[in-house]
């Protein structure tokens, strides 16, 4: 009788649990409906009542009993060593069950899939052990010692790096000086090179006041410009966009995890401030999902205006190109009309109200726009139009006194309006004089008798 691809899933792991009898296993498949079988506690309801698939399940549950055994999904074909061994095994055990195989040749079989999966293992082991201690060797630690322990003193900072369940390294960090003691422990890859290993370590020391001790390996292994184009390049399009560390890892309950920035977010970051690479500048801007590393490539001189016009219509953008004082106009006016959108169909058109007055006050804004932005960011009386008041002395002055006028001549009796004449009046009392007789100019008649008298 032919075996179902599911029995011989289930069956790969009955056998490893039988061929590691007294340990602790971490058993990884690529059979998710081979873990729903053996956690649902009615299996039938997914094998459609298969009763080898169901003999197979009740097997593994009691051999489970007592045991320490995890059973995790890891995705196929996606080149992890043990599982593709296992998938070749499984296939050959179905194999042999189609071809009428004789038991005694099904057990040689069954005897082979534990054998190539311990080489596999001692294979990856000592992998794992050659490249994470070179990386550290490299850093300038001792060792491994025999328990696999490494360890550096650097400048007065001690260092002692393990290896961990998960695939991770445990680096532990202590110091002493004349007047403080201090503890450090964070959690690395196995597989991170000195670069991103001195990322982590590196920012750590810096929240203490420890930075100066690793000085001289920021200098060896530190990256350039380039290097961080080349990083971000690579992060853009792989879609490597992680910012914290601890994202980046597996979940392992005794590790200690940070909030340690990673090194591709870092270089981004370096990237979109620095660099005079037009095209990855305006490609940062408009495609890197981190808000701040888009603002920062916003603000670089090097960002093409087609990148900065794509994104104008942005909410989150229009901030940062206000900073622009000389903003091309095509630009303003999408931005301008994207947000006039936003804020006509706003439930809470208040919140609209500040950035609509700061496209008012900037100097690339046309004088016929100016009217309307005034009139909606300060449509009601009292306290927000004399805050209105207040923000134009920060224009120039022929558009601050534009506002000013436009704020007057709506402006009514009463103790509101000594209040926003005031404001107009502005901070410094030198000039005080001189805003007196321009109130009397270019104030509304019913205005004026209202003006404070000159004394001049």
Known sequence: MARSVLAGELLAIALAITGFPDRKLHILTDSQRAIACLEMER????????????????????????????????????GHPLNEIADRLAVSVRRSHEADVPESTQRAIA???????????????????????????DLGFRGPDPSGRMEAEINGLELMASYTPGNLVSVIATWSTEHTMGYLEMTCSATWDARHVLNTIG??????????????????????????????ERSMTAGNFGRFTVDTLPKVPSAT???????????????????????????????HPCHDVRGAALQNAACPDSARLQVAAEGDAAWILLQDRELPAPIFKRMVKSEAVRYLESERPELHHDLLLAMALHPTCPENLVPGLVAHTAQR????????????????????????????????????????????????????????????????????????????
Not at 62 to 77: F, P, Y
Not at 204 to 230: K, Y
Not at 258 to 285: F, K, N, P, Q
Request: net charge positive.
């Open 43 to 78: 299996p039938e309801l997914i094998t459609r009542c298969d009763g080898e698939v169901l003999a197979i399940v009740e097997d593994i549950r009691h051999r489970l009993r007592g045991r320490e055994v995890r059973i995790s999904w890891v995705k196929g074909h996606s």
């Open 111 to 137: 005897d082979n899939i534990v054998e190539s999966l311990c080489r596999a293992l001692r294979r990856m082991k000592r992998g794992i052990m050659t490249e994470w201690t070179s990386t550290y060797l």
């Open 203 to 232: 920012q750590n020391v810096d929240e203490v006041g420890m930075s100066h001790a690793l000085e001289e390996l920021r200098l060896r292994f530190g990256i350039t410009l380039r290097d961080a184009e080349q990083m971000t």
């Open 257 to 287: 995890y940070g909030l340690e920035e990673t090194l591709e977010y870092r270089a981004a970051v370096r990237c979109a401030r620095e660099s005079r690479d037009g095209i990855l500048v305006g490609w940062i801007a408009t495609d």
């Open 381 to 456: 009386r009292g306290q927000r139009r004399i805050h209105v008041a207040q923000q134009a002395w920060s224009a120039a002055p022929d558009r601050r006194d534009l506002i000013h006028t436009l704020l007057l001549q709506k402006s009514r009796p009463g103790r509101s309006t000594n209040q926003l004449l005031a404001a107009v009046l502005g901070p410094d009392t030198t000039q005080h004089s001189a805003r007196i007789i321009w109130i009397q100019q270019h104030g509304d008649s019913r205005v004026r008798r209202f003006a404070p008298v000159s004394t001049c």
